[in-house]
Nanobody, 124 residues
């Protein structure tokens, strides 16, 4: 199983960026897919998740600015990021799980599949 994240880059504060995560090796249409990020000197943190039903969940820090979506037919997860600021600078990881429960959605330890990460740098 592989998760391939892409779309990172260097942008200015206020800009937008879109990330993609393509999964191969198994279908996650009945699973949960999510984005986490790890900023410089920080721990990995939850960003957003797409529940089995497609219901999105967001960290408070990105709510209203980021939109998570996925194409189950393509087994691909997306993250549209708007109004980026310097605090959003991080390596963004996609993750997937086939057995996670809702109360553990924000817990990185509950995801058993991870992508390699894509770097997003926001200059102020």
């Amino acid at each position: 199983v592989q998760l391939q994240a892409s779309g990172g880059g260097l942008v200015r504060a206020g800009d937008s960026l879109s990330l993609s995560c393509s999964a191969s090796g198994r279908s996650f249409s009945n699973g949960v897919m999510a984005w986490f990020r790890q900023g410089p000197g920080k721990e990995r943190e939850f960003v957003a998740a797409s529940w089995r039903s497609g219901t999105p969940y967001y960290a408070d820090s990105v709510k209203g600015r980021f939109t998570i979506s996925r194409d189950k037919a393509k087994n691909t997860l997306y993250l549209q990021m708007n109004s980026l600021n310097a605090e959003d600078t991080a390596v963004y990881y996609c993750a997937a799980s086939t057995s996670i429960i809702l109360s553990s959605l924000r817990n990185s330890g509950q995801y058993n599949y991870w992508g390699q990460g894509t770097l997003v740098t926001v200059s102020s």
